[in-house]
């Protein structure tokens, strides 16, 4: 795990989470990786409890596996919960893409241009976090063009466990976690909500395919 910025905040337990929070999403950690409290309260600058509390909080949101102080871990994904929850960002990602492709203007497309060649840019460099970290700001954007902060919160709850799948699968990937990005740019730019829906959600199917190919090499070893 890469190191986290320090929290200097009095609701530290808040901000303590919403730093692992970030993390989780963007992909700085793992399935498997292992959660030492108080390794992050160093790397925080803060006590073990605010830590304790967003790892407990955390274990509610089925972010991590809490199964006692001395083993944390972020969870491996199943097969069945990773299509449930893939079916789900379909719905809800499409409807933001449909929905930004109304509400966007030029420095809207130019934000997410930027966003693909930086990605671009991170995959030929074999920089796995940082393209993960674009991936989602890519995603992430839609919605906040559409202005829908209701449904960013929805899809940040999801994105907490997709997240670590994502960035474990992300360098294998390759070309199909960035092509489907262009299209959906595109229909932005021409106001087709139709097309932005359709190649959102074909992206986040054809992303799915490696990440699918990774959760069942991992099966033999979790069975």
Not at 36 to 44: F, G, K, M, N, Q
Not at 91 to 103: D, I, S
Not at 126 to 143: C, I, M, V, Y
Request: proline residues 6%; contains cysteine.
């Amino acid at each position: 795990m890469t190191d986290l910025p320090p929290v200097d905040h009095e609701t530290l337990s808040n901000t303590v989470y919403a730093a692992l929070c970030e993390a989780l999403i963007k992909g700085r950690m793992q399935p498997g990786d292992r959660l030492r409290i108080r390794e992050i309260a160093e790397r925080l600058g803060t006590s073990v409890t605010p830590v304790r509390d967003a790892i407990l909080r955390l274990a509610h949101d089925d972010a991590i596996v809490f199964r006692s102080p001395r083993d944390i871990r972020i969870p491996t994904m199943t097969e069945p919960r990773y299509r449930e929850i893939r079916g789900i960002r379909m719905r809800l990602e499409g409807m933001a893409a449909e929905a930004a492709a109304e509400a966007a203007g030029p420095a809207d497309i130019a934000r997410l241009e930027a966003i693909v060649r930086e990605n671009e840019a991170a995959l030929a460099a074999g920089d796995r976090q940082r393209a993960t970290e674009l991936n989602q700001a890519f995603h992430f954007l839609l919605p906040a063009i559409a202005g829908l902060p209701l449904l960013t919160g929805i899809l940040r709850r999801l994105w907490l466990q997709m997240g670590p799948v994502i960035a474990d699968a992300y360098l294998d990937g390759g070309r199909a976690m960035i092509d489907h990005h262009y299209p959906v740019v595109e229909a932005l730019r021409r106001g087709d909500g139709a097309g932005a829906s359709a190649a959102i959600i074909e992206d986040i199917r054809s992303g799915g395919r490696p990440i699918l190919a990774r959760i069942r090499a991992a099966e033999p070893e979790m069975a």
